[in-house]
């Protein structure tokens, strides 16, 4: 595959909020800060917005057996505006990649993306010399946190992947934290 | 073979019905007309036409109650071919229909004004293949994104990446012109668009409805799809036959197994493998278990799209409990890969008949709950009695099929009337028909159809014999140079497999016909005049998958 292919034109990753361009705070409130983190950390709120197989087991997860709201982050947002954090489940393709890219700058900050399922991280069984349309790895087109490896991964990876990003979120080592 | 001279080559004897039909297809002026056999090929007859017979023939067929199947394209090399699948709910008898065009001159009529469920059809060849269908309304991409300039299931294709334009980030304004015209009062102030999807939670995966409304009243609506067009039978035609199967599942995700047992069937119909008894038994098993989890997902986002919260978390808990079932038989909760050709991958595990007979025991009992649940329910009764009516006609125009033609009172499932498995010609069930063509009547097909499933399941249990679990198959097999049809029946509707075999171990073209794809279509012809609430609640009615239309 070329690699024209692996880097799209106009998305490049942490463009905007995180990298350089960005003054960091004069003042910091470390304190502040932790204790900010630590309430986002367990008040997840997820965008509901699946786009394939993996969307359903998000759907198991967040559903009575598995249930989510265990760790707080259970209330699926409907719109981007409430939502802090992304799920991408499923395979992303050239058409979708603009409109990941837009739900994604429509989130307030700080936000976090979780790749569910090996479509979201690689392309996944689409992946292939022939393919025209998938994007290889959501990771092209928003900063990703976790990956969830998985074709689809079960309910409980994507928990163990809410409990890794809170764990991240604590210790400031999200690429929202990192300013 | 001259498009002036009519043969008819026979074969085989044809019946009464049969040579009626022969002499209809005579009198429509179309060459080389055949009688084929079914059950090697999948279709009953066949025959070509041009440009200027193909509408005319399109339009005798619609008369004599035929259905539009699909339509598909192939590449042939050279030379474009556009192939026109019909068959008629009354009786079993699917007639082929050919048009060759050249490459560099590919024009043929189109016939969205007989059959209105050609539209998307004619548009998704236009995707792939550039065959510019003369007379088509709105001839724009479907599945490819508008920026897109080659054909992807051209041979000459092979696999030059999209590249998004610098200016595309937006969503483009030309999809916004052309909605202009949907409407069909004059634009005054008070009418708007509004985009539903490709983000929203009762689009089930990422579908993009633009409505044109004035207030609460949609004036029109047009689908917009391809948000998760993965280039499948693209991916199909580099893939060897058993390397396929896993795609299968990700086409239909919510019941992969119906997905793997129609693709298993359509390559034990070309190969003439047979499956064993005992798979078979297994397969009617596991499949009806798929379709009534498949409904459960369906009956569970519904009430979610209607505003009950409820029923979803029921629902799920109960899928669970099959998926476990899935999961211990199958090694997977969702993508199975499970039903292959001759047979099923493995033997069911010791005791997955009494799991399955606890699963039937325990769903008898919650099935008439959600009837009292949601069936019953005055909230949901006004949400769906008389939203969304298809009548008979237009689902034979649309292709619809499935629970939705079956909820417009059409006795049509393939189950029964085109018979891939025949266990289920010898076990008690029946087809489920509604008669008012509503919201209303879908879902009562949907729930009466677990019954029957589960009615199904339990005869199947008791003909699971002793016996090979799979056929002795080769392990890299061949198909013989050929055109192969199959059509199986998914929870969703037909799902019809084309294979164009060229006697190697890939397909020349693999094309799938997925239910979700005229039943969405419909939708779009149901929404003039209805409120905003009601497209969210016709739209979960019909059921569709969006990954399985975009595949
Ligand atoms: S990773 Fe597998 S299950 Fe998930 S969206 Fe991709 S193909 Fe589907």
Not at chain 2, 55 to 76: T, Y
Not at chain 2, 213 to 232: A, F, I, Q
Not at chain 2, 399 to 416: E, H, K
Request: charged share 25%; proline share 6%; net charge negative.
């Amino acid at each position: 595959m070329s690699d024209e292919h692996r880097s799209l034109p106009v998305m490049q990753p942490d463009s905007g909020h995180t990298d350089e361009g960005q003054i960091p705070p004069i003042v910091r409130f470390l304190p502040l800060q932790k204790a900010l983190d630590l309430a986002r950390a367990n008040s997840l709120w997820p965008l509901t917005f699946g786009i394939a197989c993996c969307a359903i087991e998000m759907m198991a997860a967040s559903a009575s057996r598995y249930d989510t709201d265990r760790f707080g982050a259970g209330v699926f947002r409907n719109s981007p505006r409430q939502a802090d954090l992304m799920i991408v489940a499923g395979t992303v393709n050239m058409k979708m990649a603009p409109i990941i890219r837009r739900l994604y700058d429509q989130m307030p900050a700080p936000k976090y993306v979780i790749a569910l399922g090996s479509c979201a991280i690689c392309g996944g069984p689409f992946d292939q010399d022939e393919n025209y349309a998938v994007v290889q790895g959501v990771d092209k087109v928003v900063p990703v946190d976790i990956f969830v490896p998985g074709c689809p991964p079960r309910p409980e990876a994507l928990i163990n992947a809410i409990l890794e990003l809170q764990e991240r979120i604590k210790s400031g080592q999200t690429h929202s934290s990192r300013v | 073979m001259s498009d002036s001279e009519t043969t008819v080559a026979l074969e085989i004897k044809p019946t009464a019905y049969q040579q009626q039909l022969l002499d209809l297809l005579s009198s429509l002026h179309l060459a080389g007309i055949q009688l084929s056999d079914f059950s090697k090929t999948g279709v009953d007859f066949d025959a070509v036409a041009n440009s200027e017979t193909l509408p005319a023939a399109a339009s005798a067929l619609r008369d004599n109650g035929f259905a539009l199947d699909c339509i598909l394209g192939i590449d042939r090399n050279p030379g474009l071919e556009a192939v026109y699948l019909f068959r008629p709910f009354a009786d079993g008898a699917r007639v082929r229909i050919r048009a060759q065009v050249a490459p560099d001159r590919a024009l043929l009529p189109t016939i969205t004004g007989i059959y209105s469920g050609a539209d998307w059809y004619e548009r998704e060849v236009h995707d792939m293949f550039g065959i510019v269908f003369e007379g088509h309304s709105h001839l724009r991409p479907l599945l490819l994104p508008h920026f897109t300039n080659f054909h992807p299931l051209r041979k000459n294709f092979h696999g030059s990446p999209i590249v998004i334009p610098e200016d595309t980030v937006e969503i483009p304004e030309v999809d916004l012109q052309a909605a202009m015209k949907l409407g069909q009062t004059d634009r005054t102030h008070r009418d708007f668009f509004l985009n539903m999807g490709p983000q929203h939670p009762s689009t089930h995966g990422v579908l993009r409805i633009l409505l044109h409304v004035e207030g609460e009243e949609v004036l029109g609506g047009r689908c917009h799809l391809g948000y998760s067009h993965r280039g499948t039978e693209k991916l199909a035609e580099k893939k060897q036959y058993v390397q396929i199967l896993p795609y299968t599942d990700r086409m239909d995700y919510l019941a992969p197994l119906n997905y793997n047992w129609g693709y298993a069937a359509l390559l034990e119909r070309a190969t003439g493998i047979e499956s064993t008894p005992r798979a078979e038994a297994i397969r009617v098993a596991i499949g009806e278990l798929a379709r009534v989890s498949s409904h459960l997902v369906w009956l569970g986002t519904f009430m979610l799209d209607l505003g009950a919260i409820t029923p979803f978390l029921f629902c799920f808990e109960d899928r669970e409990r099959i998926l476990t079932v899935f999961e211990r038989a199958t090694g997977q909760r969702m993508t199975t890969s499970y039903i292959v050709v001759g047979g099923v991958r493995n033997d069911v595990y010791d005791g997955f008949i009494q799991d399955v007979r606890d699963l039937l025991d325990y769903m008898r009992k919650r099935l008439p709950e959600y009837d009292r649940l949601v069936m019953t329910n005055e909230i949901f009764l006004q949400r769906t009695r008389g939203v969304g009516v298809i009548t008979a006609q237009q689902a034979r125009d649309q292709g619809v099929t499935g629970p939705v033609l079956r909820g417009s009172g059409v006795d049509f499932d393939l189950r029964r009337d085109e018979p891939y498995c025949p266990l289920y010609q010898e076990l008690k069930w029946n087809v489920v028909v509604e008669q008012e063509g509503d919201c209303l009547a879908r879902s009562r097909v949907r729930m009466r159809e677990m019954d029957e499933s589960l009615n199904l399941i339990e005869q199947a249990l008791e003909r699971i014999e002793e016996g090979p679990y799979r056929a002795k198959i080769p392990r890299n097999f061949k198909v013989n140079a050929g055109e192969y049809y199959s059509a199986t029946e998914g929870p969703r509707g037909m799902v019809g497999w084309y294979l164009v075999a060229d006697g190697s171990m890939t397909p020349y073209r693999l094309k799938v016909r997925v239910p979700s794809f005229p039943n969405l279509q419909v939708v779009e012809s149901l929404i003039p005049h209805s409120r905003v609430a009601d497209v969210v609640a016709i739209l979960g009615s019909v059921d569709v998958v969006i990954p399985e239309i975009d595949r």
